[in-house]
């Protein structure tokens, strides 16, 4: 694992690559919002699957306006992407570019990068805009991947036909339930798979049935799409279903990607800022109403793992998933040694039908991406956090200059039937 800076101006990252520097090139982002920023409830209670033992790790790769009103439960919102968003207390505004190219129309230079996001209303719509996007991509010889939530994925297969037998599948709702894996784990996995060109990717990482959980993550996983793709022959088609999903993550989606697509036309974003996307999300994580804590320095680190899992277990996780959770605090307690100080403190807590389990120190996250992608070959370390990551089926994360708080959880199984 890489170094990180312990107070003061980062100087570089923590079980990461960037070396303390914003991948946009504008200096550090992280802990520039401190507090504030929105964490928006969407859709349906907890959820998803508990993950199995295997880790696999993929390759490496070389005015004051009124806020819109939120829908009703299992109502629509019946809106179209703002022209005015509302993003973490702050209004973005501004006349967007409309383009005449169809939505179908991408970037097709070998490095350049395409990241729009289409806002559909209707199966219909979805089907129509999404198809045409396969069968271009097909047309042109380009490798095609498709990765959205299960109900989705069946009419997509069915609607493909014989073409679907061409595409890479990948239901999202279980691959991408924790939003930190779908970048190494669903999108460059299939990239760095495929053989020199451009590739298209039909994804859907924010989806109705999102919690208010992980929804933070799921934008910051959004911005930093931008930043893990710069520079690559892809073209990541973004899908966001505008009836069902709250306003808010329609207006964020309008800041984590640069080209919106709607009703068969598309515009450049007036409000596209992906790096305000990650610092507006790094806010301090909740309190929970009680957590037992253990304080751990470096001879201390076997007991801080022993107590996490035994109260873990005392919580009800078991079996292969207390040793995932024994996995995911040795990686965590051994970086906050070596790089957060020398000391900090794990804390253990049931939350939402899931076990947490945070860490926290006095380092600071220099690297946004750290977790989302492996270091170059030959650079050692750097596997830590993207390995927690695979363990857990959710990950937060504060970092700021106060210091850094990694917060993991694992769900728990369902009660035994009486």
Not at 92 to 115: I, K, N, Q, W, Y
Not at 165 to 176: E, I, N, P
Request: proline content about 10%; charged content about 20%; some cysteine.
């Amino acid at each position: 694992m890489s170094g990180r800076p312990v107070g003061g101006a980062p100087s570089g990252g923590r079980d990461g690559t960037g070396g303390g520097v914003a991948p946009w090139g504008g200096g550090t982002v992280v802990g520039a919002a401190d507090g504030g920023g929105p964490a928006v409830a969407v859709g349906a209670p907890d959820g998803g699957p508990t993950g199995g033992r295997a880790v696999t790790l993929p390759p490496a790769a070389a005015g004051p306006v009124t806020l819109p009103a939120r829908a009703p439960a299992g109502g629509a919102v019946g809106g179209r992407p703002p022209d005015k968003v509302i993003f973490s207390g702050r209004i973005l505004s501004g006349p967007a570019h409309v383009s005449e190219r169809g939505p179908d129309d991408v970037d097709t230079a070998v490095g350049a990068f395409s990241h729009p996001a289409f806002f559909y209303r209707d199966d219909a719509e979805y089907l129509d805009t999404t198809l045409a996007f396969v069968r271009d991509g097909f047309s042109v010889g380009e490798p095609v991947a498709v990765a959205v939530p299960g109900e989705r994925l069946a009419l997509l297969h069915q609607a493909l036909g014989p073409l679907a037998d061409g595409v890479h599948f990948t239901d999202m709702a279980r691959a991408g339930r924790n939003p930190g894996r779908i970048i190494p784990g669903v999108l460059a996995a299939f990239a760095d798979a495929q053989p020199a060109g451009r590739v298209r990717i039909v994804a859907e990482p924010v989806w109705p049935g999102r919690t208010p959980l992980e929804y933070p993550a799921c934008v910051q996983h959004e911005a930093l799409v931008n930043a893990a793709f710069d520079g690559r022959g892809a073209t990541i088609l973004c899908l966001y279903d505008a009836v069902r999903l709250d306003p808010q993550a329609l207006g964020d989606a309008c800041v984590t990607h640069p080209v919106l697509i709607e009703g068969g036309r598309r515009r450049t974003s007036a409000h596209y800022a992906p790096e305000l996307a990650v610092a507006s999300y790094n806010v301090p994580l909740s309190e929970p109403r009680f957590a037992a804590s253990y304080v751990f320095d470096d001879e201390r680190l076997r007991a801080a793992r022993r107590f996490a899992v035994r109260t873990a277990d005392a919580l009800g996780l078991a079996g292969p998933r207390l040793d995932d959770l024994a996995l995911a605090v040795a990686e965590l307690t051994t970086n906050s040694v070596l790089h957060g100080g020398g000391h900090g403190v794990v804390r253990v807590w049931a939350e939402h039908g899931h076990v947490a389990c945070e860490v926290r120190d006095g380092g600071r996250l220099a690297d946004p991406l750290a977790g989302s992608r492996l270091p170059p070959p030959g650079r050692p370390g750097g596997r830590g956090l993207l390995m927690v990551h695979q363990l857990a089926d959710l990950v937060r994360t504060h970092t700021g200059t106060a210091g850094t708080a990694i917060r993991c959880y694992l769900t728990l199984p369902p009660p035994a039937p009486v």
